[in-house]
T-cell receptor, first 116, second 115 residues
Framework: AQSVSQHNHHVILSEAASLELGCNYS??????LFWYVQYPGQHLQLLLK??????LVKGIKGFEAEFIKSKFSFNLRKPSVQWSDTAEYFC??????????????FGTGTRLKVLA | NAGVMQNPRHLVRRRGQEARLRCSPM?????VYWYRQLPEEGLKFMVY????????ESGMPKERFSAEFPKEGPSILRIQQVVRGDSAAYFC?????????????FGDGTRLSIL
């Protein structure tokens, strides 16, 4: 079955530390990849997406992610986190199938806490 | 705010009652998706609807759950005879078309608590 794994469930960092959140998926075909962020009590907001082209994708708020097809990975990075980055981060994949390309498969999320 | 609107934000029901969750998609969006997030888990796809059509309900429990997206008005996720295990956050998302190249936009969710 298709699945998305986020290996870090809870991450605690100090401000200015670098961040990398892992995301691996299991699907051998074409995929679209996303990272969403959910601030406390708010809806999911799109951080960045990858459909095709340059595997290094830049998103909002200084985040970037790299798609490594051979590793089925789409890790999220930020060189220097801020206290305001405290949130939950979700990796999501949409496999492209014959029945359509719409069904998000989400990871379980990573809760990031940034200490001021 | 022209985003995806869900109401209510919080809903409390007793076991055996019915829960109705509403979702108004973003303006111009005709595709609606419902997801459920259980505690400590990621969002799980439930159903995909277009106006007056259920496209994919493969993630819906076989009993007690139903969804609709009428020609007029919001999409409704209906849970009959709720049980404690239905306690979760239910998120609605919308897109202007099949979201392969169009990210889905999410609402704030409805947090359902069953007493």
């Amino acid at each position: 079955a298709q699945s998305v794994s986020q290996h870090n469930h809870h991450v605690i960092l100090s401000e200015a530390a670098s961040l990398e959140l892992g995301c691996n998926y299991s699907y051998g075909g074409t995929v679209n990849l996303f990272w969403y962020v959910q601030y406390p009590g708010q809806h999911l907001q799109l951080l960045l997406k990858y459909f095709s082209g340059d595997p290094l994708v830049k998103g909002i708020k200084g985040f970037e992610a790299e798609f490594i097809k051979s590793k089925f990975s789409f890790n999220l990075r930020k060189p220097s986190v801020q206290w305001s980055d405290t949130a939950e981060y979700f990796c999501a994949v949409i496999p492209s199938t014959t029945s359509g390309t719409y069904k998000y498969i989400f990871g379980t999320g990573t809760r990031l806490k940034v200490l001021a | 705010n022209a985003g995806v609107m869900q109401n209510p934000r919080h809903l409390v029901r007793r076991r055996g009652q019915e829960a109705r969750l509403r979702c108004s998609p973003m303006k111009g969006h005709s595709h609606v998706y419902w997801y459920r997030q259980l505690p400590e888990e990621g969002l799980k796809f439930m159903v995909y609807l277009q106006k007056e059509n259920i496209i994919d309900e493969s993630g819906m429990p076989k009993e007690r759950f139903s969804a609709e997206f009428p020609k007029e008005g919001p999409s409704i996720l209906r849970i009959q005879q709720v049980v404690r295990g239905d306690s979760a956050a239910y998120f609605c998302a919308s897109s202007p078309r099949d979201s392969g190249n169009q990210p889905q936009h999410f609402g704030d969710g409805t947090r359902l608590s069953i007493l």
